[in-house]
């Protein structure tokens, strides 16, 4: 059982205020959704979790099972379980697929890295998401498509093996295919691992392959309600401003 508590996060950018007091926790096999207008915070949220440097924390804390991780760098967090997905995949010149994926597992497994099985495994999961093997050759997502890049990330997904993994926007700029085919392996990643899953969308048609246990209105630097899946039908069918009142 894993556990990831943010208790009364605050966190800032060039002096400007962005969490206003954040509190969420997410368990092994939870699903959680964070549905908001733009420019709210929510990329926010998720660099902070990861432990972007750029931001500064100011008030509250972050635990991942029991341990204060607030201040730690990024791969620490990564090496303890935390997973992020860029709302904008980064392209890397130089450094190809294959490479950033191993460099990136290696981190994470430590003494325990076997070159044999790691490439075993992209080999598996790489034809579990119908990508062709050219792209283990190429820079990383640089001229990939927007559903490449997303398969991407899911592919690091499988690889890294989080157990708390946050994917910020993952949805966006999908043709329908390509959002099946991620909606149903972020869903079988989510049952394969028992992970805890956040998932930050504008969209229900994502959630049509992976359903959640909550859903939380983020407005303004906070939460501003948490309930089950009806929720979205609310949002989808009249917007945020019912929210903002309340
Ligand atoms: N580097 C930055 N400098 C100044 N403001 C920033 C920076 N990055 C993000 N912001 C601001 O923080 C707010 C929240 O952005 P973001 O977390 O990306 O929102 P969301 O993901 O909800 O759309 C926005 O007003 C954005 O302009
Ligand atoms: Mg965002």
């Not at 509190?23 to 420019?39: F, R, Y």
């Not at 972007?52 to 972050?62: A, D, F, R, S």
């Not at 044999?116 to 034809?127: G, I, P």
């Amino acid at each position: 059982m894993h556990i990831l508590e943010i208790k009364n996060l605050h966190a800032k950018i060039e002096n400007k205020e962005i969490l206003k007091g954040i509190n969420l926790t997410i368990k092994s096999g939870e699903v959680h959704v964070i549905m908001g207008p733009n420019g709210v915070g929510k990329s926010t949220l998720s660099h902070v979790i990861m432990g972007n440097p750029n931001y500064e924390i100011t008030e509250g804390n972050i635990l991942l099972d029991g341990v204060d991780i607030t201040h730690m760098q990024t791969d620490e967090r990564a090496r303890r379980g935390l997973f992020l997905s860029f709302q904008n995949p980064p392209e890397i010149e130089g450094v190809t697929t294959a490479d950033f994926l191993k460099a990136s597992v290696a981190t994470k497994e430590g003494e325990s890295f076997k070159m044999l099985s790691f490439a075993r495994e992209v080999d598996t999961y790489m034809k579990r998401l119908v990508m062709k093997k050219e792209f283990l050759t190429r820079p990383l997502n640089e001229g990939f498509s927007g559903g490449e890049k997303k398969k991407m990330e899911i592919l690091s997904l499988y690889m890294l093996k989080p157990n708390v993994a946050i994917l910020d926007e993952i949805d966006s700029g999908l043709d329908v295919d390509s959002l099946k085919i991620v909606g149903e392996h972020i869903k079988a990643y989510q049952e394969e691992q028992k992970a805890g899953i956040l998932l930050i969308t504008h969209y229900q048609r994502l959630l049509s392959y992976i359903q959640p246990d909550f859903v939380h209105i983020f407005l303004d630097g906070s939460i501003k309600k948490t309930g089950d899946a009806t929720l979205v039908e609310q949002i989808e069918q009249n917007g945020y401003d019912n929210f903002k009142k309340a």
